[in-house]
């Protein structure tokens, strides 16, 4: 069993950055996929990044592609989204989330555990 939190998100101006970070407890992430989401309101819950467990491997949407990156620490405890030129359609509730399977892409489907979110506004 994973438990997920995380935490960093807030208010920024455009332009702005931030880092999120989430901490898991219970069982290292050594062998999950691992990915952030985002849901705004009205709207489906996005893939924002992903990261395999490895670390070799990462993916990006194309709307965040050059200005998010997505790393996992080497104590295989924690993952962070550092994100940066934040626009203000990167509104939303962001999630962090793991895969026993391995993935770090795909649906909220193939994703077993998720964080309760933390909110990233950007104003205009």
């Known amino acids: 069993?994973?438990?997920?939190?995380?935490?960093?998100?807030g208010l920024v101006q455009a332009g702005g950055s931030l880092t999120?970070?989430?901490?898991a407890s219970g069982r290292t992430l050594r062998?999950?996929?691992?990915a952030w989401f985002?849901?705004?309101?009205?709207?489906?819950?996005?893939l924002v990044a992903g990261i395999s467990w490895n670390h070799v491997s990462t993916?990006?949407?194309?709307?965040?592609?050059?200005?998010?990156t997505i790393s996992r620490d080497t104590a295989e405890k924690a993952i962070y989204l550092q994100m940066s030129t934040l626009?203000?359609?990167?509104?939303?509730?962001?999630?962090?989330a793991?895969?026993?399977?391995?993935?770090?892409?795909?649906?909220?489907?193939?994703?077993d555990y998720w964080g309760q979110g933390t909110q990233v506004t950007v104003s205009s």
Request: charged residues 20%; proline residues 7%.
């Open 20 to 23: 999120l970070s989430c901490i």
């Open 98 to 111: 793991a895969s026993q399977r391995g993935y770090y892409t795909g649906p909220p489907g193939q994703f």
């Open 1 to 9: 069993q994973v438990q997920l939190v995380e935490s960093g998100g």
């Open 87 to 96: 626009q203000p359609e990167d509104t939303a509730v962001y999630y962090c």
């Open 38 to 46: 985002r849901q705004a309101p009205g709207k489906e819950r996005e």
């Open 59 to 68: 993916f990006y949407r194309d709307s965040v592609k050059g200005r998010f």
């Open 31 to 34: 062998t999950y996929g691992m």
